[in-house]
């Protein structure tokens, strides 16, 4: 498994009382905040366990998850729902990205 696996998982845990926060004034978007991020992980597992094209389109789609994640933690604030993400969690997204990042686009040399 990927070394940013954990850090996913991490991610994830730190967000369970963020949803459940969110879910007490707007469900949906509680709920699409949920799915995305269990997507990202999920996306990520069957990558590594996949081989070419099907390896970079689970990155590819575990970037796309993990960037919906983020504008839902985004609008949750700009509502007012939430506050914002301490640093260590946005620290530990951006981390997540950036290794998205690296693994779904492939760099021409």
Known sequence: MLRIY???????????????????VDSNLADQLRRSSASVALNVAEGTGAT???????????????RES???????????????LDD????????????LIKLAVPWKK
């Open 88 to 99: 260590d969690a946005e620290d530990r997204q951006q981390k997540i990205v950036a290794t």
């Open 70 to 84: 983020m504008a839902a933690i985004e609008i949750a604030t700009r509502l007012a729902y939430i506050e914002a």
């Open 6 to 24: 954990p850090v996913i998982l991490d991610w994830l845990s730190a967000l369970t009382p963020i949803i459940a926060s969110i879910r007490t």
């Open 52 to 66: 070419g094209g099907r390896k970079r389109n689970s990155y590819r789609i575990a970037l796309a998850e993990m």
